[in-house]
């Protein structure tokens, strides 16, 4: 089990659909963090939120929308995705103190796969 | 990009102990070296960090070198739960925020 809940775990939709992926941490970080993973392939940084606020954007698409409604749930919203953006998505969470060396915690992703 | 080189793939005998190098070289004198592992179908899970001196926990032990251009993770008693992906990051310091690079890793395959 992971501290780190990523909802769905599954998700299948067109390219014209609008979906939202869901993440949730309860361990007090305010840094939230989303990868992008192709199959057999390393854990890419899309976004970092650091105190509710984007703090990089690593040239991410528009059509990827990340939003940090409070400290403890981040979401990506999606649409017109492109089948090339299938892929398992991970959320992570860690303090953001300044020089903070603790880890950060990953959850176990959304497989995403675009019709 | 990554800062770290890993080899691509190990093996290592159910019960023995595994050791996982990667070299990273270029390494400041304020980076640390994180290990995370994945395996199959889950989430990159943490296993050690380290900066100077040896770390050990109840997962593994993590040397690194004097000149820090190279480290090692031990697994001390591998099971087969341990075959995994094992990533070795050299974390980009700087802001309030960890950002960690991923490399290729190395695939560990513990056979029975």
């Known amino acids: 089990d992971t501290e780190v809940t990523q909802t769905p775990k599954h998700l299948v939709m067109g390219m014209t659909n609008k979906k939202s992926l869901k993440c949730e941490q309860h361990?007090?970080?305010?840094?939230m963090y989303w990868y992008k993973q192709k199959a057999k392939k390393p854990p890419e940084l899309m976004f970092v939120?650091?105190?509710?606020?984007?703090?990089i954007n690593e040239s991410v698409p528009s059509r990827f929308s990340p939003e940090c409604p409070n400290s403890s749930l981040l979401n990506l919203h999606l649409h017109a995705l492109q089948p090339e953006d299938s892929a398992l998505y991970l959320c992570?969470?860690?303090?953001?103190?300044?020089?903070?060396?603790?880890?950060?915690?990953f959850g176990d992703g959304t497989r995403l796969s675009i019709l | 990009d990554a800062k770290t080189t890993q080899p691509t793939s190990m093996d290592c005998a159910e019960g023995r102990a595994a050791n996982l190098p990667c070299n990273h070289s270029?390494?400041?004198?304020?980076?640390?070296v994180y290990w995370y592992r994945q395996i199959h179908s889950q989430g990159p899970q943490y296993i050690i960090h380290?900066?100077?001196n040896n770390e050990t926990n109840e997962m593994a032990s993590l040397i690194i070198t004097e000149d820090r251009k190279s480290s090692t993770l031990i697994l001390p008693h591998a099971t087969l739960r341990d075959t995994a992906v094992y990533y070795c990051?050299?974390?980009?310091?700087?802001?309030?925020?960890?950002?960690?690079?991923f490399g290729t890793g190395t695939l560990l395959a513990v056979q029975p």
């Open positions: 992570a969470s860690s303090q953001a103190d300044r020089g903070s060396n603790q880890p950060q915690h």
């Open positions: 361990m007090g970080h305010r840094a």
């Open positions: 939120y650091s105190y509710e606020k984007l703090s």
């Open positions: 270029t390494i400041s004198g304020n980076e640390y």
């Open positions: 380290g900066l100077k």
């Open positions: 990051i050299v974390r980009e310091y700087g802001g309030a925020t960890n950002k960690l690079i």
